[in-house]
């Protein structure tokens, strides 16, 4: 292996061009007579539109079009329409509805799209947006999760009565209720998955463009242009693929919300097409708070059920899923078959069953947010197996090792139809919690007593399903000088890919990592892709890579056969060579790459050095692992302080140890940023999104987390080639139930028993204060 091969720790090639200002983002591309847009959103959570009124606005110098809906249904342009379509409970179907283009008749949430601003440039799309007159009734507006299947609730939409998008189940409902039936303790817990705005650094953006032919180019941050490709043409537009290319640039950020395609890119186009010239719009971070997918948004119900020696018999859960005022295109899949398959967790439990119920509300739609159902369905099973801990008299360790599937029953098929193929969970366990020093928490806990300081030892033990689904394709091109050109269509939007595939590039090919170029992100120069979602990229993307070096390496060894005048079979490749077996004989890859360019090739080979490999996984991988958090809370204030924080990490075979730990660390962030301040608030009455800027919402940010101690217990996947697990989204994952847990273990002493995500310095204090005068008064 060399210093570039797998499991190395290179640092990103890329960093280089990022930090000293070199990358381009799409907000960085400017086309030649380029118009400016921007979007006039809704005020109001629910109403209806009377009149649209534009013709101050037009009159302003400068202005070039306002665009209502109107202007898209006469263009012939479709809605957006969800891929998922969802059986419910009784066999029905899902209620489909569109995702219209701009509002139209109704806006149903606060910065619904109403229409689209376009000008020479942006100051006088400014000037435009205060001048449009739109004359709404306003109407009652729910945005309460729970709420919106209250009898009483605002309806979204006459098509969904009761605000039901779908009721739709799975698992084995009798087992469980017979398993129940003779429990000797049920764990209850009503649990909420708090709404969460993702933030990407790079807020969303769309560059149409069209030629003289009439052929359209969207330029756009995305986390994979193919199916955007897909949509937008066949679906949106109603025209040929090849008659729309998407291209993204550098990406600042996706966290699964940049996955699908919003209204505004079709918007961009169909303004493109109108003005004939380019149209550019560049979100602001209002319009990411008001109108990118929102993430999470979970009221769950759940029960499990336990014998008298703590082990688990079956698993109930009951979910309200918020959707948002329109079903965006995953939305559907996220809380039903992207998450609930893993609510067993790393657990033998026999029997399990699952509701859950989408339902519309007037807020942003909700869709993929980093780990996308997976961190919903972890957070309900560890945290129902604390509150089993607790209603036993068990240990946190103690009942999860009752409880474990053990490593020699792998591969386990869980009651809710996964197989997982490796795993030691115990182990991993184990070595978490000697790391974290959980002998020494006694000392530490007395210590901060005599400080005046709640503390608290959480932990958790996930697992999740990911880097399964669809195939993934690499081609690689050398050139005469031996450089080589990866062309893939996955897209990096942070993680690191130029530098991960090139490694494995690197190290089959016997080459520097420096003379390895990656494409992505352009439908004209990349034929097919996936995108970049459910931590698929490495795994998935890399085995094809991995194939297409065998590819290159193969046709390389038939060039190489004609020019030493020897069979193919006589030829083999090692460090960067050609040799015929047993002799001395041999060519060098770039020698072997220049003479294929001129055209010294065998009968029927074309006259370049390439390969092609595809990669589809028979199988999800899983990845898990166990996290412990060491916290203190201030009873004065509320406030918490993360003092120690250990994960152990089974990612199976790694390729980047260094980008490996940065993504864990990046997804920590966010798990903890969930679990103690982020939350997508709405007013009750009016709608209005309270927590629409970074002075409202509670971004984490540096001081929030301790020095974080990442360590690897790995046991290879065996539905991988390369042994590798999926783990883009881990860290989000585990973060989330290991903080409030062990927030819970802080203030047991105090019998608090639950508190929800959020866990602000308020909630903390009022629950503290509760239960200070509950203990006076008793």
């Given at each position: 292996?060399g210093?570039?091969?797998?499991?190395?720790?290179?640092?990103?090639?890329?960093?280089?061009?990022?930090?000293?200002?070199?990358?381009?983002?799409?907000?960085?591309?400017?086309?030649?007579?380029?118009?400016?847009?921007?979007?006039?959103?809704?005020?109001?959570?629910?109403?209806?539109?009377?009149?649209?009124?534009?013709?101050?606005?037009?009159?302003?110098?400068?202005a070039?079009?306002?665009?209502?809906?109107?202007?898209?249904?006469a263009?012939?342009?479709?809605?957006?329409?969800?891929?998922?379509?969802?059986?419910?409970?009784?066999?029905?179907?899902?209620?489909?509805?569109?995702?219209?283009?701009?509002?139209?008749?109704?806006?149903?949430?606060?910065?619904?799209?109403?229409?689209?601003?376009?000008?020479?440039?942006?100051?006088?799309?400014?000037?435009?947006?205060?001048?449009?007159?739109?004359?709404?009734?306003?109407?009652?507006?729910?945005?309460?999760?729970?709420?919106?299947?209250?009898?009483?609730?605002?309806?979204?939409?006459?098509?969904a009565?009761?605000?039901?998008?779908?009721?739709?189940?799975?698992?084995?409902?009798?087992?469980?209720?017979?398993a129940?039936?003779?429990?000797?303790?049920?764990?209850?817990?009503?649990?909420?998955?708090?709404?969460?705005?993702?933030?990407?650094?790079?807020?969303?953006?769309?560059?149409?463009?069209?030629?003289?032919?009439?052929?359209?180019?969207?330029?756009?941050?995305?986390?994979?242009?193919h199916?955007?490709?897909?949509?937008?043409?066949e679906?949106?537009?109603?025209?040929?693929?090849?008659?729309?290319?998407?291209?993204?640039?550098?990406?600042?950020?996706?966290?699964?919300?940049?996955?699908?395609?919003?209204?505004?890119?079709?918007?961009?186009?169909?303004?493109?097409?109108?003005?004939?010239?380019?149209?550019?719009?560049?979100?602001?971070?209002?319009?990411?708070?008001?109108?990118?997918?929102?993430?999470?948004?979970?009221?769950?119900?759940?029960?499990?059920?336990?014998?008298?020696?703590?082990?688990?018999?079956?698993?109930?859960?009951?979910?309200?899923?918020?959707?948002?005022?329109?079903?965006?295109?995953?939305?559907?899949?996220?809380?039903?078959?992207?998450?609930?398959?893993?609510?067993?967790?790393?657990?033998?439990?026999?029997?399990?069953?699952?509701?859950?119920?989408?339902?519309?509300?007037h807020?942003a739609?909700?869709?993929?947010?980093?780990?996308?159902?997976?961190?919903?369905?972890a957070?309900?099973?560890?945290?129902?197996?604390?509150?089993?801990?607790?209603?036993?008299?068990?240990?946190?360790?103690?009942?999860?090792?009752?409880?474990?599937?053990?490593a020699?029953?792998?591969?386990?098929?869980?009651?809710?139809?996964?197989?997982?193929?490796?795993?030691?969970?115990?182990?991993?366990?184990?070595?978490?919690?000697?790391?974290?020093?959980?002998?020494?928490?006694?000392?530490?806990?007395?210590?901060?007593?005599?400080r005046?300081?709640l503390?608290?030892?959480?932990?958790?033990?996930?697992?999740?399903?990911?880097?399964?689904?669809?195939?993934?394709?690499?081609?690689?091109?050398?050139?005469?000088?031996?450089?080589?050109?990866?062309?893939i269509?996955?897209?990096?939007?942070?993680?690191?890919?130029?530098?991960?595939?090139?490694?494995?590039?690197?190290?089959?090919?016997?080459?520097?990592?420096?003379?390895?170029?990656?494409?992505?992100?352009?439908?004209?120069?990349?034929?097919?892709?996936?995108?970049?979602?459910?931590?698929r990229?490495?795994?998935?993307?890399?085995?094809?890579?991995?194939?297409?070096?065998?590819?290159?390496?193969?046709?390389?060894?038939?060039?190489?056969?004609?020019?030493?005048?020897?069979a193919?079979?006589?030829?083999?490749?090692?460090?960067?060579?050609?040799?015929?077996?047993?002799?001395?004989?041999?060519?060098?890859l770039?020698?072997?790459?220049?003479?294929?360019?001129?055209?010294?090739?065998?009968?029927?080979?074309?006259?370049e050095?390439?390969g092609?490999?595809?990669?589809?996984?028979?199988?999800?991988?899983?990845?898990?692992?166990?996290?412990?958090?060491?916290?203190?809370?201030?009873?004065?204030?509320?406030?918490?302080?993360?003092?120690?924080?250990?994960?152990?990490?089974?990612?199976?075979?790694?390729?980047?140890?260094?980008?490996?730990?940065?993504q864990?660390?990046?997804?920590?962030?966010?798990?903890?940023?969930?679990?103690?301040?982020?939350?997508?608030?709405?007013?009750?009455?009016?709608?209005?999104?309270?927590?629409?800027?970074?002075?409202?919402?509670?971004?984490?940010?540096?001081?929030?987390?301790?020095?974080?101690?990442?360590?690897?217990?790995?046991?290879?996947?065996?539905?991988?080639?390369?042994?590798?697990?999926?783990?883009?989204?881990?860290?989000?994952?585990?973060?989330?139930?290991?903080?409030?847990?062990?927030?819970?273990?802080?203030?047991?002493?105090?019998?608090?028993?639950?508190?929800?995500?959020?866990?602000?310095?308020?909630?903390?204090?009022?629950?503290?204060?509760?239960?200070?005068?509950?203990?006076?008064?008793?």
């Amino acid at each position: 292996m060399g210093q570039f091969g797998m499991g190395q720790p290179v640092r990103r090639v890329e960093d280089a061009r990022f930090l000293t200002g070199a990358g381009r983002y799409t907000d960085d591309i400017s086309l030649p007579n380029q118009a400016y847009a921007l979007v006039l959103r809704s005020p109001y959570a629910h109403a209806t539109i009377r009149s649209i009124d534009a013709s101050d606005a037009l009159a302003i110098p400068g202005a070039l079009a306002v665009l209502t809906s109107a202007d898209v249904k006469a263009a012939g342009l479709k809605p957006l329409m969800t891929p998922i379509k969802l059986k419910n409970r009784d066999g029905s179907d899902m209620v489909m509805l569109p995702r219209l283009l701009l509002a139209e008749g109704k806006v149903r949430h606060v910065g619904d799209g109403v229409a689209l601003i376009v000008a020479e440039n942006l100051d006088a799309a400014r000037d435009m947006l205060d001048a449009v007159v739109v004359e709404y009734e306003d109407h009652p507006a729910i945005v309460d999760t729970a709420g919106a299947v209250a009898p009483d609730a605002a309806q979204v939409y006459a098509e969904a009565p009761g605000n039901i998008c779908f009721d739709w189940g799975s698992g084995q409902p009798d087992a469980v209720e017979a398993a129940f039936a003779k429990a000797d303790k049920i764990a209850r817990l009503r649990l909420i998955n708090n709404r969460l705005i993702s933030h990407a650094m790079e807020p969303r953006n769309a560059i149409g463009d069209v030629d003289a032919e009439g052929r359209l180019t969207l330029y756009t941050s995305s986390q994979g242009v193919h199916d955007l490709q897909e949509v937008f043409a066949e679906e949106v537009f109603g025209i040929g693929r090849d008659r729309l290319r998407v291209v993204t640039p550098d990406v600042g950020g996706g966290f699964g919300t940049k996955i699908f395609p919003y209204p505004e890119q079709a918007l961009v186009l169909l303004a493109a097409q109108t003005l004939k010239r380019p149209v550019k719009w560049t979100g602001e971070r209002s319009d990411s708070s008001q109108a990118d997918a929102h993430g999470r948004d979970n009221v769950t119900e759940a029960a499990l059920a336990l014998d008298a020696e703590g082990k688990f018999l079956a698993l109930s859960v009951d979910t309200i899923a918020n959707l948002g005022g329109y079903i965006s295109p995953y939305g559907p899949f996220i809380p039903t078959l992207a998450g609930t398959m893993m609510l067993t967790g790393v657990y033998a439990i026999p029997a399990a069953s699952v509701r859950v119920r989408g339902v519309f509300t007037h807020t942003a739609p909700v869709d993929a947010y980093r780990g996308a159902g997976r961190p919903e369905a972890a957070y309900v099973i560890e945290r129902m197996v604390e509150e089993a801990a607790r209603i036993t008299g068990l240990s946190s360790a103690e009942i999860r090792r009752r409880n474990f599937i053990p490593a020699a029953s792998m591969p386990f098929k869980t009651a809710l139809g996964q197989t997982y193929d490796s795993g030691d969970f115990n182990q991993t366990l184990t070595e978490a919690l000697t790391l974290a020093d959980v002998a020494g928490f006694e000392a530490r806990l007395a210590e901060a007593k005599a400080r005046g300081k709640l503390r608290g030892l959480g932990l958790s033990s996930y697992i999740e399903a990911c880097a399964g689904g669809s195939p993934e394709d690499a081609r690689l091109e050398m050139d005469a000088a031996g450089k080589v050109t990866l062309f893939i269509g996955t897209q990096s939007n942070g993680q690191g890919h130029a530098t991960a595939y090139g490694q494995l590039a690197a190290d089959g090919l016997g080459i520097d990592i420096a003379d390895i170029h990656m494409i992505q992100g352009d439908t004209d120069r990349v034929r097919t892709g996936g995108g970049t979602g459910g931590s698929r990229s490495v795994p998935v993307g890399g085995v094809a890579v991995t194939k297409a070096v065998d590819a290159l390496i193969e046709k390389g060894k038939r060039i190489a056969a004609h020019l030493l005048e020897a069979a193919p079979a006589d030829v083999e490749f090692a460090d960067g060579s050609f040799t015929i077996v047993g002799t001395d004989r041999r060519v060098g890859l770039t020698e072997v790459a220049a003479q294929a360019k001129a055209g010294k090739v065998p009968d029927g080979e074309t006259p370049e050095l390439d390969g092609d490999g595809r990669w589809k996984p028979p199988a999800a991988t899983y990845p898990n692992g166990t996290h412990v958090v060491e916290l203190e809370i201030d009873p004065d204030t509320g406030g918490v302080t993360l003092d120690r924080y250990v994960v152990v990490d089974d990612f199976g075979a790694v390729v980047n140890p260094l980008m490996l730990a940065g993504q864990v660390h990046g997804g920590i962030a966010q798990g903890a940023g969930q679990a103690l301040i982020e939350e997508a608030a709405y007013d009750p009455e009016s709608g209005q999104l309270i927590t629409g800027s970074f002075m409202d919402y509670g971004m984490p940010r540096a001081d929030l987390l301790p020095q974080i101690e990442f360590h690897l217990k790995n046991v290879p996947c065996t539905t991988n080639p390369l042994g590798i697990k999926g783990a883009g989204e881990a860290g989000a994952i585990g973060a989330p139930p290991a903080v409030i847990n062990g927030l819970l273990n802080a203030l047991s002493p105090l019998g608090i028993t639950h508190i929800d995500m959020p866990a602000t310095p308020h909630k903390l204090w009022q629950a503290i204060q509760a239960a200070q005068v509950q203990a006076a008064a008793e």
